[in-house]
């Protein structure tokens, strides 16, 4: 098993993209980017996207450690940006 997994976290951001926070949605944990790639569309047209209160919202697949995809902080998620 890979010592990495892959999250798809969900931000809201304003226009230009220069602060996003991230939107309470499930967290979706993948074994590999390709896997979690695939899904991106998908989440965009989520209900939770589409209802999100911002300008832009972006969907980005996350690296982390395996034992740490369970539980993955917002400020961690930020900071890989």
């Known amino acids: 098993m890979s ?32 896997q979690c790639e695939a899904q991106i569309d998908s989440a965009l047209g989520s209900e939770i996207a589409l209802r999100a209160d911002y300008p832009v919202v972006e969907v ?8 740490a995809s369970a539980g993955v902080r917002p400020a961690r998620a930020l900071a890989l940006r």
């Open 3 to 34: 010592p990495v997994a892959y999250v798809l976290l969900m931000f809201g951001c304003t226009d230009d993209g220069t602060a996003c926070e991230r939107i309470a949605a499930p967290e979706q944990v993948y074994a590999g980017a390709g």
């Open 60 to 67: 980005r697949c996350v690296k982390v450690p395996r034992k």
